[in-house]
């Protein structure tokens, strides 16, 4: 993995990003602050039935479970667990920065563009065919396309956002959204691999990027201790290099990071951190990691919405790419 510092390069050494080195005049991409597009929400949960109802159709209930377990794919989505508040969403429907605003806030933009970083966007099937040509033409030079979900769910789009990104000249990479409750780590790694998140050494794909934030379907922290996150985590990142060679990129919230890992430090000297923070720094970084490698620092950036900075320049981005 190469060091994203400063010139000179020091090879093999993870992720690190070229340290800003200059101020540009001011931020090139105008960014369209309109609100995120509003996600659909899943149907409101039926009244509990009576005791005596409940009774007489247990046993129909009970088998028409077996018979949905038995028949049902490995793409097959499961139920939501239930949201303390909100009525959750319906599976699949996660993307990056899906809690960030609600936790986190918004809390402005930065205020320049710093000469050492380069524009990057991330989408998902919110998204649809997107216009690469268009962000492409704005200065945006990587882009990061939601593969997968849990072990149920494929982007529709992927190959539409993938292909068309790299047609265009942008060096891209894949994500998978993170459902820690659902499956472990190992087998979520190998369901990301085999459908479009794993990595080749042709200078223009990056490593895959966990996508490990707030549940969108439940529990904040899917259920798991701290400790019990970190293994999920590590299981993940294991698998992912051993299948690939490369270790993945960790993209996270602070706030939810202590709140879920416990704040652990681990993995900041193998992974790169792409830290989700939408105000005009980066902010506190969680433990471990002294630099970021990429902020997403909007989610309402012109042409698709999620627009974030690589922290070094275009040579220091291929050179991540090139592993």
Same mark, same amino acid.
């Given at each position: 993995?190469?060091?994203?510092?400063?010139?000179? @390069?020091?090879?093999?050494? $993870?992720?690190?990003?070229?340290?800003?080195?200059?101020?540009?005049?001011?931020?090139?991409?105008? @960014?369209?602050?309109? !609100? !995120?597009?509003?996600?659909?929400?899943?149907?409101? %949960? !039926?009244?509990?039935?009576?005791?005596?109802?409940? +009774?007489? &159709?247990?046993?129909?209930?009970?088998?028409?479970?077996?018979?949905?377990?038995?028949?049902?794919?490995? *793409?097959?989505?499961?139920?939501?667990? !239930?949201?303390?508040?909100?009525?959750?969403?319906?599976?699949?429907?996660?993307?990056? =920065?899906?809690?960030?605003? /609600?936790?986190?806030?918004?809390?402005?933009?930065?205020?320049? +563009?710093?000469?050492?970083?380069?524009?990057?966007? *991330?989408?998902?099937?919110?998204?649809?065919?997107?216009?690469?040509?268009?962000?492409?033409?704005?200065?945006?030079?990587?882009?990061?396309?939601?593969?997968?979900?849990? &072990?149920?769910?494929?982007?529709?789009?992927? +190959?539409?956002?993938?292909?068309?990104?790299?047609?265009?000249?942008?060096?891209?990479?894949?994500?998978?959204?993170? &459902?820690?409750?659902? %499956?472990?780590?190992?087998?979520?790694?190998?369901?990301?691999? #085999?459908?479009?998140?794993?990595?080749?050494?042709?200078?223009?794909?990056? $490593?895959?990027?966990? #996508?490990?934030?707030?549940?969108?379907?439940?529990?904040?922290?899917?259920?798991?201790?701290?400790?019990?996150?970190?293994?999920?985590?590590?299981?993940?990142?294991?698998?992912?290099?051993?299948?690939?060679?490369? #270790? /993945?990129?960790?993209?996270?919230? %602070?706030?939810?990071?202590?709140?879920?890992? =416990?704040?652990?430090?681990?993995?900041?000297?193998?992974?790169?951190?792409?830290?989700?923070?939408?105000?005009?720094?980066?902010?506190?970084?969680?433990? =471990?990691?002294?630099?970021? &490698?990429?902020?997403?620092?909007?989610?309402?950036? $012109?042409?698709?919405?999620?627009?974030?900075?690589?922290?070094?320049?275009?040579?220091?981005?291929?050179?991540?790419?090139?592993?």
């Amino acid at each position: 993995m190469p060091v994203h510092r400063p010139e000179p @390069l020091r090879p093999r050494r $993870p992720h690190l990003a070229g340290l800003p080195l200059a101020l540009a005049p001011a931020l090139g991409l105008a @960014l369209a602050l309109a !609100p !995120p597009p509003a996600r659909a929400a899943a149907a409101d %949960t !039926p009244p509990p039935a009576s005791a005596a109802t409940s +009774t007489a &159709t247990a046993t129909g209930a009970a088998a028409a479970a077996a018979t949905a377990t038995a028949t049902a794919t490995a *793409d097959t989505p499961p139920p939501a667990s !239930p949201a303390a508040a909100d009525t959750p969403a319906p599976r699949g429907s996660a993307h990056m =920065g899906m809690g960030v605003a /609600a936790h986190d806030g918004v809390h402005g933009l930065p205020l320049t +563009t710093l000469a050492t970083q380069t524009e990057g966007v *991330d989408v998902s099937s919110h998204q649809g065919d997107v216009a690469w040509s268009t962000l492409w033409n704005s200065g945006v030079k990587w882009a990061y396309v939601k593969a997968t979900e849990g &072990t149920y769910y494929k982007n529709p789009y992927f +190959t539409q956002q993938y292909n068309g990104s790299y047609k265009v000249g942008m060096i891209r990479g894949a994500y998978h959204f993170a &459902t820690p409750d659902t %499956t472990n780590g190992a087998t979520q790694a190998d369901y990301f691999v #085999d459908r479009g998140g794993g990595w080749s050494h042709d200078g223009k794909t990056l $490593p895959g990027a966990l #996508d490990i934030e707030w549940n969108p379907y439940g529990d904040a922290c899917y259920g798991k201790s701290p400790s019990g996150m970190v293994t999920w985590i590590r299981d993940f990142l294991n698998r992912y290099k051993a299948r690939t060679g490369r #270790d /993945a990129v960790i993209y996270t919230a %602070t706030n939810w990071w202590k709140q879920c890992t =416990g704040n652990y430090s681990g993995f900041a000297s193998a992974n790169p951190l792409w830290i989700a923070r939408y105000a005009s720094t980066v902010g506190e970084l969680p433990a =471990g990691w002294s630099y970021y &490698t990429m902020w997403q620092y909007t989610s309402s950036g $012109p042409t698709v919405g999620d627009h974030n900075r690589f922290n070094g320049a275009l040579d220091r981005l291929r050179a991540l790419a090139n592993g």
